[in-house]
C-alpha cells in the first residue's frame, strides 16, 4: 500500500528540524519509520518548510505512528495513493 505524506513544519520549528535533518547519517532519514516502512522518494521545498514524501507499508498503523513521532514540530497530511494503472481500473469502472 502506498502513501503520500504533505508536511508543514511549524515555523518555530524550521531551523531546528532542518538542521536536525541535515546531520542525519547517510541512510538514517530513510529509516526513522522502522523495517516496515519504506521511503519510496521524498522532496522538500525550498523554504525549507514544506515537502511530500511517498512510503510503501502494508500496515497504515505503522505510518501512522511515524506521522504521530514528528507531529509535535509539523503538521503531517497522509493519503493512501495508487499508481497510473490501478486509477486506470478505477476510472473504467464509472459509468458515463
Not at 547519517?25 to 519510496?40: K, R, S, T, V, Y
Not at 511530500?52 to 507531529?71: N, S
Request: aromatic letters at 8%; a negative charge.
Amino acid at each position: 500500500m502506498l502513501f503520500m505524506s504533505h508536511y508543514v513544519t511549524h515555523a518555530d520549528y524550521r531551523h531546528s528540524n532542518l538542521l536536525a535533518f541535515a546531520k542525519m547519517p547517510a541512510g538514517d532519514e530513510a529509516g526513522d519509520g522502522g523495517d516496515q516502512l519504506n521511503l519510496i522518494g521524498r522532496w522538500h521545498g525550498l523554504d525549507g518548510r514544506t515537502g511530500v514524501a511517498i512510503f510503501e507499508c502494508d500496515d497504515p498503523a505503522t505510518v501512522a505512528r511515524w506521522a504521530m513521532a514528528w507531529a509535535t514540530t509539523m503538521d503531517i497530511t497522509l493519503t493512501p495513493v495508487v499508481g497510473d494503472s490501478e486509477i486506470k481500473a478505477i476510472g473504467a469502472t464509472l459509468q458515463s
